[in-house]
């Protein structure tokens, strides 16, 4: 398939179920979807169709992204403030703390395990964090997201650079078990 872009755009409330869909197919992709010999041969562009979201995802057109979740323990030095060990005179050196890097190499070896590690492999993906914290002491997410995506990098074959994250908030109440929830997302 060439290109296909799917845009919702809900016409009024009672028709919720409706999206509006433009895709851009060629003539063999159309016969295949509408079993429908005496299409035109040629390119054909900026087709509109109506159709319910349960019609598109019938014909295999319109794929969910492939997600995968991940659970990791939360630890204080993870955020990008005190990851590196301090040298002296208080300045952090160049060298990452080894409980650091044990933590790291433990969500790269998740992430290999998990049954969706080959579809995964050499993908752009969008990162989702949120956190699950003993109180509102709390760092903010987005100072982790320089150790999650080193070691992400390593695990599907993708510079860090093309690795989104995006910070999902967090909760407290956490005192036994404070986690992060990690979600993968094929971009």
Request: with cysteine.
């Amino acid at each position: 398939m060439k290109a296909i872009e799917f845009k919702k755009m809900f016409l009024r409330e009672d028709y919720i179920d409706k999206v509006c869909v433009v895709a851009y197919l060629d003539d063999s992709h159309w016969q295949e979807m509408f079993n429908d010999e005496d299409v035109p041969k040629r390119v054909l562009v900026g087709f509109r169709l109506m159709a319910t979201l349960k019609d598109w995802e019938e014909s295999g057109l319109l794929k969910q992204p492939l997600s995968m979740k991940i659970t990791m323990p939360y630890n204080k030095d993870l955020s990008v403030n005190s990851y590196k060990i301090v040298g002296r005179g208080g300045r952090h050196t160049t060298a990452t703390k080894p409980h650091i890097i044990e933590w790291m190499n433990e969500l790269a070896d998740k992430i290999r395990e998990h049954e969706l590690f080959t579809e995964f492999f050499g993908t752009p993906v969008t990162v989702y964090v949120k956190g699950f914290f003993v109180d509102d002491r709390a760092p903010d997410i987005h100072n982790l997201a320089k150790v999650i995506c080193d070691a992400i990098e390593p695990a599907i074959g993708v510079n860090d650079k093309n690795i989104r994250f995006r910070d999902e908030g967090y909760e407290t109440g956490y005192i036994s078990d404070p986690h992060l929830e990690m979600e993968l997302i094929q971009i």
